[in-house]
């Protein structure tokens, strides 16, 4: 849906909607936290089996498997993937 000038001129405040079920984030969650850890860059790797399937990994999360290509984006993941018989490191 698309919002015209007008929508965005408003002078009375808004009025905050309850959302069943939703709760709100836990102090220190990463989206309130003010710690950023870096990983460095990402690192990918090529498939050299498929050309597209999802990695799962240990903690649950998951990376696409896209042309060939997937992208460890944590020194979990990476460590994951680089034991993977089917990846190997790509040199940049």
Known sequence: ???SK???????PAEAVAVPG????PLGFP???DVVTP?????????TVYTSRTMVFPDG???PVLEGRVTALGDEQFDFLS????LELLQE
């Open 1 to 3: 849906m698309s919002k």
């Open 6 to 12: 007008a929508d965005g001129d408003q002078t009375e």
């Open 22 to 25: 939703l709760k709100p984030a």
């Open 31 to 33: 989206a309130t936290s």
């Open 39 to 47: 990983i460095g860059s990402p690192r990918v790797f090529r498939d």
């Open 61 to 63: 999360s998951t990376a």
């Open 83 to 86: 034991a993977h018989p089917d």
